[in-house]
């Protein structure tokens, strides 16, 4: 974890009010693992006064020459204020970025699942998608079956999927509208799915909006297999001192709440307490 | 005390310099360091309670032992869960919170965080709460047993917990009844942390200095709402809570000078400090020391900026630090030659 001034490169406009922003920062580019987050801070406004969480969503080379990472990508949604203010960013504008934190889809407990599944089943809801990229380039790498699960109210929601293309063998879309892919919800494909799966031998790898993880936590269960949630929570500091991101957690341990940003973001389902302990945001 | 301070701040002490003695352009080295109840701090700024947790958190990002102080997370006699989320919501230039107070406890404060506090070269004060005198006496009692607690600070004042310190901080007779009982109790200097949620400050200033306290530090978060028009419902799962952050730095300025003239133990201003301008105006106000909250989350080096700009500050217009204290007439008033 570092606190660095990162160059902003690029900014660019996608459908639906998400940007795709690119940021020079090699030292934290290098040491990002799949799942972790940066939190950003939005130069010249002093109203806003907290920084932004935003999951990193892809990690690359400055130029085609060289190999080593040196780009940050985050792909956002702008719904407010913060999110605003990143939409204006330019390229060459500076901005302070606090990167890598939290854990991501790789602590060791839950690599240990890995062996024990067939495939890994990514669901995403909206912005979720950008929890996924880097963990779904890491299993292709490791050689483990994909599959992604996308959904959205319309087809501007369906951004950059097509960057998992090479990664995962079968890419299913959803919209409420039906204006692509199946109509409805992404957890009627996403159950058609695994009912026809062996118990416990698909990892399921979900984020987005609350009423997809409790409905996608449901169908996890019911069906036998584990899941992995990517939380996301209001976050005042980010690396665990303010306690601001707590959700509840079952079982003893520091109370009976672990803190977003430092336990997760991403916890096995099973382990959040889903009534009362989680805020809707 | 328990630490040699830094070779930086290791210089004769005595009289006080007189200002501007030497020619501009000699090199002047200005005494930043400032003492409270008989602890010696290498630097007037401390990191506040509940905005730096146990400092481990945050040794990765800066240099700890560049600090005044830290004050610790309130610790309680148990652990504490805190509330439900969301316990945060950003405001314009400030946030509420509503954590509820979680905490480790006092056992544990002791086994597993103070160890790595008490290394650092930076002194180290301990946030204490309670919801009955007696919780705060025990509490005390337990971490008199821990090595490396250069003082206890009080909070009488958060306002998150319905049961909790918020009974203490806003009735006189409490605030001197908890003030004593813990002065009693407690192996080091006892530092009074007042709630802004008040009337009029200086009865309170008054009474945790009549109870015994060694300094007053203030002020805590001021009680404070959002409500969300979508749902109706206010933003916080808790309802009310806490304002902090460059929204409340006006308030808590004026509430600290007027703690300051009211009573004749050392005060530390706290409350939307995140530069070495903001720390001034609570110095120069009278506050002796103050100490960096909510900046410490959005900017985790502005402690270490502020030491810096100050020491610049001070450099800049050839005074020691503890020459700029209470000097809110104006410098010439103070017998401060002007720059
Ligand atoms: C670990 C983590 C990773 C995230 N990754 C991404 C990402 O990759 N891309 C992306 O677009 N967003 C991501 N988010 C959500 C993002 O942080 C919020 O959308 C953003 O902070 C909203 O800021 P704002 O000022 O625009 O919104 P505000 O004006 O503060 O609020 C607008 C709306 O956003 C909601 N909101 C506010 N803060 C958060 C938050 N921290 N999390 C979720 N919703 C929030 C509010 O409840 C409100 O409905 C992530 C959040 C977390 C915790
Ligand atoms: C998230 C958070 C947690 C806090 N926890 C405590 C605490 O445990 N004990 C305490 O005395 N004050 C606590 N405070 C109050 C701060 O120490 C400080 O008095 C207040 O935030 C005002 O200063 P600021 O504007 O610089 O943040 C907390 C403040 C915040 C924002
Ligand atoms: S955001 Fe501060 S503890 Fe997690």
Known sequence: MFNKMAEVRENIPLSGGHYLLSLYSPAQARVTRPGQFAMLRLPNRSDILLRRPMSIYDVKPASRKSKSPALIQVLYK???????????LKGGDALEVLAPLGHGYFREDYQRKLPQVDEVVHVAGGIGIAALLLAARELHKRGIRQRLFFGGRSRADLVCYKDFGGLVQKTILATEDGSRGHKGFVTVPLENHLAGSERGKILLMVCGPWPMLEACVGLARNYGHPCLVSMENRMGCGVGVCLGCSIGVKGEGHGAYERVCTEGPVFWADH???AGGTPEI | MKKSSSAKSKKKRGAPRPVGRKA???KFTPD???EIAGIRFKNPVLTASGTFGYGQEFAQLMDLNRLGGIVVKGISLQPMEGNPPPRIYETESGMLNAIGLQNVGAKRFLDDKLPFLRDLDTQVIVNVFGYSTEDYVRTIEILNQGEGIAAYELNISCPNTRSGGMFYGSDPKLTHEVTMASKKVA??????????????????ARA????GADALSLVNTFVGMSIDIETGKPRLSHGTGGLSGPAIKPLALRLVYQAVHAVRIPVMGIGGISSAEDALEFLIAGA??????TANFYDPRASEKVIRDLEAYCKRKRVDLNRLRGTHLGFEAAGLKRE
Do not use: C, H, Y
């Open chain 2, 288 to 293: 002796k020391a103050i100490q960096i909250g």
């Open chain 1, 78 to 88: 702008v719904v407010g204020r913060g999110t605003g203010a990143m939409a204006e």
């Open chain 2, 24 to 26: 501009k352009g000699e």
């Open chain 1, 272 to 274: 959040v307490r889903w």
């Open chain 2, 187 to 204: 192996r080091v200097p006892l530092i009074v942390k007042l709630s802004p949620n008040v009337t009029d400050i200086t009865v309170f």
């Open chain 2, 32 to 34: 930043m360091t400032v």
């Open chain 2, 208 to 211: 945790a200095e009549n109870g």
